[in-house]
């Protein structure tokens, strides 16, 4: 059987073939510094950065309910997450035209490696105390506000739960060519690793034994992924029956009534966090703490699960009928379910060397 794969993507040299790509392009001049009579503008507007998807459900769930109850007026820039922390080394601490950016935990830790980032003050943020103990772990400069699981979707009409969370699954030949698992470019790819270094390794951090197996299980992978939508098409067209994957990617299939479920694996359970950042030289850091405060609220962190999908790092949030489908009790407290957050210093000076070896191999053909 013909095995498709894909080469994993340098990231590191994708950040700065971006910053490049950008220093020929005009970005927002600084606002004038307000006089001391007018304190208006300062608390009156913010620049909000995120995800290029989902802007409309991050509206009408977060934005929009913010400005009604504040007053103040929110200006939403997108990009990836490579394009947008490049954005913020070019402005080298002066004003990038960005006061809260929601990012994802890794390029989070990237930019903290920079200094592009300045620490939240817990102290304007009463929230923080009300949130999950991982969401506001000390590795960040800024709070966690939602986080996703890393699992397996799997066909039910081919295999139980017990089979999919086991992770001997992707080594088993008799469902070689008919199995997926993420390219270490994707946020699961990391997890996998990390979860595979857990089960046959010495940790999270064990990519020698990672690696090794991956490269074992490797002839059984039809595809190494590099994006939902390619897992997804793969799994509803009958050309796998399991794949590596995050548990957002369950959500519409389960809930379409497709046969097809997510399980949490039975051994090595991490997650990812996606994390609200005021970067060095905000200009308008009072509103960007407001903006924090009212995203970590049961308010918002309810319309966000039900809306954008989020899963929510306050407990006192409702998590939609549609998301509990796919985790169960795993959303009420991921840790007690035996899921591990990542540490970041473990990961951002490793990262290239990494994406490498992961070339080298495990994809390798």
């Not at 590795?139 to 009409?157: E, I, K, V």
């Not at 990519?207 to 002839?219: C, E, I, L, N, Q």
């Not at 098409?233 to 959500?251: R, S, W």
């Not at 991921?334 to 210093?345: E, Q, R, V």
């Amino acid at each position: 059987m013909k095995i498709r794969r894909l080469r994993a993507v340098a990231l590191v040299a994708g950040l700065t073939a971006s910053a490049i790509a950008l220093a020929g392009c005009s970005s927002a001049a600084p606002a004038a510094a307000p006089s001391a009579t007018s304190a208006a503008p300062e608390s009156k507007t913010l620049v909000v950065s995120t995800f290029p998807f989902g802007v409309d459900q991050l509206k009408q769930a977060v934005i929009d309910p913010f400005t009604k109850a504040t007053g103040i007026t929110v200006q939403i820039d997108t990009g990836s997450n490579s394009d947008r922390i490049s954005k913020l080394q070019l402005a080298a601490g002066v004003d990038p035209g960005v006061d809260v950016m929601m990012i994802s935990d890794f390029y989070a830790a990237l930019g903290q490696k920079d200094d592009l980032f300045q620490k939240v003050d817990a102290s304007k943020v009463p929230a923080l105390k009300d949130i999950a103990s991982f969401a506001k772990e000390s590795a960040y400069d800024g709070p966690a506000y939602s986080y996703q699981l890393n699992g397996t979707l799997y066909r039910t009409d081919a295999l139980d739960k017990k089979q999919a969370a086991d992770w001997s699954l992707y080594g088993n030949k008799a469902y070689a060519g008919k199995l997926a698992l993420p390219d270490i470019a994707v946020t699961a790819g990391q997890l996998t690793i990390s979860g595979v270094g857990t089960a046959y390794g010495k940790g999270p951090y064990d990519v020698d034994s990672a690696f090794k197996t991956m490269h074992g299980w490797a002839p059984n992978v039809l595809q190494f992924y590099s994006s939902s939508t390619e897992v997804t098409n793969l799994i509803t067209q009958k050309e796998i029956v399991a794949a590596d994957a995050l548990n957002g990617f369950a959500t519409k299939l389960v809930a379409s009534g497709e046969p097809i479920a997510w399980t949490a694996p039975s051994k090595g359970a991490y997650m990812a966090t996606n994390r609200a950042m005021i970067p060095k030289g905000a200009a308008h850091t009072d509103a960007a703490y407001k903006f924090i405060q009212y995203l970590l609220g049961v308010e918002a962190q309810t319309a966000s699960a039900k809306l954008v999908g989020d899963l929510p790092v306050n407990p006192g949030a409702t998590i939609p009928k549609e998301i509990q489908a796919v985790v169960g009790d795993i959303g009420k407290d991921p840790m007690a379910a035996g899921y591990k957050t990542l540490d970041p210093s473990k990961l951002v000076p490793t990262r290239s060397q990494w994406v490498d070896r992961f070339a080298r191999e495990v994809t390798a053909k």
